[in-house]
């Protein structure tokens, strides 16, 4: 959100000033494009740089943002995020021409390390990713909302427009999340790599037109999200959880539409950029409002260019792929930007450059070669491209041209490369940058590899070595490691469980380790189906629950071979759960410390915990999970100790 003051609309009177103070921007930017005032015959490009901060004692979450801020508050291009554990850096604009993008990449690299030096003296890091792996949901409760005066109001506002009770997340990939949250925070999980490109305003609707075409190409190279709690979900979730995780509509019988407020788009564009912004105030209600303090109508009549914070501010609660933007040039005169909001953060700095390179250059190069992309692409084709994309990255099928079916690879190294490569030569950007960034996005299309890929084959092969805690731990930590080395993301081997050497896992909780995939049994169930049961699984206890998914008691193997040794003839008696478990186990709870369940265990001398949460049954915890993380942590202290003793034995 750019604007700094804003507040949210309580009052009536500040209600109607603002909104009338947004129609009259509306009616401020339709007199300058019609009288030319806006700068053309230059085009500069930008960036903005999300980034996640990291413990490496435990690769998660670390909240310190607020105190990087404040360590490094004469730097006026780093600012804050929703969440305390994320940070954003603004990068400078510049000249589409000559080796734009190798100072682009060059001048990322040094604010990044600038503030790489502040969180190392917190045992802190960056990770570049667009959904960090080892984020769970409980980080994102409202005390890890960063303590400012416009995130309080946007969730406030959020919250207000909500037509169920709770904001609700369904997404289905390999795994499968289905989830509830009391706030809007959720939003939080995402963190992306923005570009924006300025345009000429005789252009807007070409442009954003080809900007909307291939949106979904090029988010499929570069898929970067493909893991959320530990679930393996779309290549690109950070899409579909940004959309759902703000989305306050809910089901109803009937079938009137309403849109989300993070939407793709419904159709092409037309007219200007104003096609965009009247369909978002008609669609969209006003969240929040700017402190007014202007009137861009009377600054119209005075030759003064309106600096349309109230549309701005509107704009900004409005979240399309492809953003319009309004901005004033340093020379005094008004622009126009389209912003790109796909690309997930990382996995390297040369990965999000080359990104941002492809982007920009099939933009210049189609506006070369197509006059009108609508007469060759349907937008049910376009929108199709973008679900698709984010659901498949690298692997999906593409609707193209004369109603083709191509696969991504095929589009982008036989049809997009080229076109970028031309669309950035007629820039004259130098040969060595073209080379190096669209070289980055061929090796990944060749070896059929982006971040999302990577990711996968790393989790789903760790998977099989360990717990998932530790599996989502070591593929963070994987992912610090190899930027260090600055190799891009195609030529990272599999992340490994040796590339960690601080994981400590006495800090983990318990909805670190639970298991959530459940077998449970109700109280009038008979024990013959208990024992079954814990025969087929080779478990040693079954939680018993009703109908509603509440605890009522626990059955163990214990009370089962008691029962059993009683001989009873079961012809004749058949007995239920009820008759026998325990009505008041020993219980905990998924925010609980492992050292916690630990000693509960131990205590009361039982192999496993149910898990509850509001008295509802999330998981269960079992000495089984405490002799793996175990094992995994003597392993890795011998390997460490021969590292030491290189000739001991």
């Known amino acids: 959100m750019g604007e700094q003051n804003v507040t949210l609309l309580q009052d009536e009177e500040k209600r109607k000033h603002f909104m009338k103070s947004l129609l009259e921007d509306v009616q401020a930017m339709e007199y300058m494009l019609e009288h030319d005032w806006f700068e053309s015959g230059i085009t500069r490009i930008g960036a903005e740089q999300e980034m996640v901060i990291v413990d490496l004692e435990n690769f998660k979450p670390f909240p310190i943002a607020t105190d990087i801020l404040e360590e490094l508050k004469n730097h006026n291009w780093l600012c804050s995020e929703l969440a305390k554990f994320n940070l954003e850096i603004n990068l400078s604009p510049l000249e589409l021409t000559g080796n734009c993008f190798s100072q682009l990449e060059k001048e990322n690299k040094e604010r990044l390390a600038i503030i790489e030096q502040a969180l190392s003296k917190r045992g802190a890091a960056i990770a570049l990713t667009g959904i960090l792996p080892t984020l769970m949901k409980h980080d994102l409760e409202m005390h890890n909302l960063t303590p400012l005066t416009r995130y309080k109001a946007l969730m406030e506002a959020l919250e207000s427009q909500l037509n169920n ?15 509830k949250h009391d706030s809007p925070m959720v939003e939080a999980c995402n963190t992306s790599f923005q570009v924006h490109l300025q345009v000429n305003p005789n252009q807007f609707v070409q442009m954003y037109n080809f900007a909307q075409a291939i949106t979904g190409p090029v988010m499929a190279i570069a898929a970067n999200s493909p893991l959320v709690f530990g679930k393996r979900l779309w290549h690109e979730s950070r899409i579909a959880m940004f959309q759902q995780s703000i989305d306050t509509r809910a089901s109803r019988t009937h079938m009137r539409e309403r849109s989300p407020r993070v939407q793709f788009g419904n159709d092409w564009i037309h007219e200007s950029i104003l096609d965009i912004y009247r369909d978002d105030i008609a669609r969209y209600r006003v969240l929040l409002a700017g402190e007014v303090t202007e009137d861009a109508i009377e600054k119209i009549k005075n030759n003064e260019v309106p600096k349309l914070k109230s549309l701005q501010v509107h704009n900004s609660t409005v979240y399309r792929w492809n953003r319009p933007c309004y ?103 130098d040969t060595s940058d073209i080379d190096k960034y669209l070289g980055i996005i061929e090796e990944r299309a060749k070896n059929h590899i982006n971040g999302a890929r990577w990711t996968l084959r790393s989790y789903t092969k760790l998977l099989e070595q360990t717990n998932k805690n530790e599996a989502l731990s070591a593929v963070t930590c994987s992912m610090i490691e190899n930027v260090k080395k600055g190799h891009n993301v195609a030529q990272w081997p599999l992340a490994s469980l040796n590339d960690m050497q601080f994981y400590d896992p006495s800090e983990l909780i318990v909805s670190d380790c639970m298991s959530t995939d459940l077998f449970t049994i109700q109280k009038d169930d008979i024990i013959q189906l208990a024992a079954d049961l814990m025969d087929w699984r080779s478990i040693s206890f079954l939680p018993v629950e009703d109908h509603h998914g509440k605890l009522v008691g626990i059955l163990n193997s214990r009370l089962l071979i008691r029962y059993f040794a009683q001989k009873p003839d079961l012809s004749k008696e058949v007995k239920s759960v009820k008759d026998i478990m325990v009505a008041d186990p020993v219980t905990i709870g998924p925010n609980d410390s492992i050292m916690l369940a630990m000693q509960k265990m131990r205590e009361n001398r039982i192999g496993g915990l149910p898990v509850i949460l509001k008295g509802e049954l999330v998981g269960v915890i079992t000495d089984m999970d405490f002799i793996n993380i175990s094992a995994r942590l003597m392993e890795r202290l011998a390997v460490e100790n021969r590292q030491d003793f290189p000739g001991k034995k």
Do not use: C, Y
């Open 165 to 179: 009770n709770e904001f609700e997340v369904r997404l289905e990939g390999i795994d499968e999340l289905i989830i």
């Open 327 to 429: 901005g004033i040039s340093d020379n005094g005169k008004p622009h126009l930007r389209i912003e790109n909001r796909v690309f997930a953060s990382g996995p390297t700095v040369q990965d999000e450059t080359a990104n941002a390179v492809f982007w920009l250059g099939i933009m210049q190069g189609m506006s070369s070669q197509i006059d009108d992309i609508s007469k060759l692409l349907t937008f049910a084709d376009v929108r199709d491209n973008f679900d698709k994309a984010a659901k498949f990255g690298i692997d999906t099928q593409f609707n193209w041209f004369k109603e083709r079916k191509i696969s991504a690879t095929d589009l982008i190294l036989k049809e997009l490369l080229p076109i970028a490569r031309e669309g950035l030569e007629s820039h004259k950007v």
